[in-house]
């Protein structure tokens, strides 16, 4: 059975860091990430990683935001640094496979991230 579990949200000032963790567990997976949803808006992807380490950011966290994996710890981070207001959003780990044309998706909980300013 796939779970993926989530940690390290919270309420952070603006220009704070916050590190999220996701371990996604029951399978392999070509590529992990993080995607994020606010109020009243779609979800949208924030980074992602594949299993040989290329990531893909939202041009929107260029620069202040880092993803990284442990693939011995089934483990996805995402490092989020000098945050802003409109990254309050609720942050959902996403673990994909890709099989013959079709990708498969399985998502975490979500984890809440408050940026105040």
């Known amino acids: 059975q796939v779970q993926l579990v989530e940690s390290g949200g919270g309420l952070v000032q603006a220009g704070g860091s916050l590190r999220l963790s996701c371990v996604a567990s029951?399978?392999?997976?070509?590529?992990l990430g993080w995607y994020r949803q606010a109020p009243a808006k779609q979800r949208v992807l924030v980074a992602s990683?594949?299993?040989?380490?290329?990531?893909n950011y939202a041009d929107s966290v260029k620069g202040r935001f880092t993803i990284s994996r442990n693939n011995a710890k089934d483990t996805v981070y995402l490092q989020m640094d000098s945050l802003k207001p409109e990254d309050t959003a609720t942050y959902y780990c996403?673990?994909?496979?890709?099989?013959?044309?079709?990708?498969?998706?399985?998502w975490g909980q979500g984890t809440q991230v408050t940026v105040s300013s």
């Open positions: 996403n673990a994909y496979v890709a099989d013959m044309g079709s990708r498969y998706d399985w």
């Open positions: 029951g399978r392999s997976f070509n590529g």
């Open positions: 990683i594949s299993v040989a380490g290329n990531s």
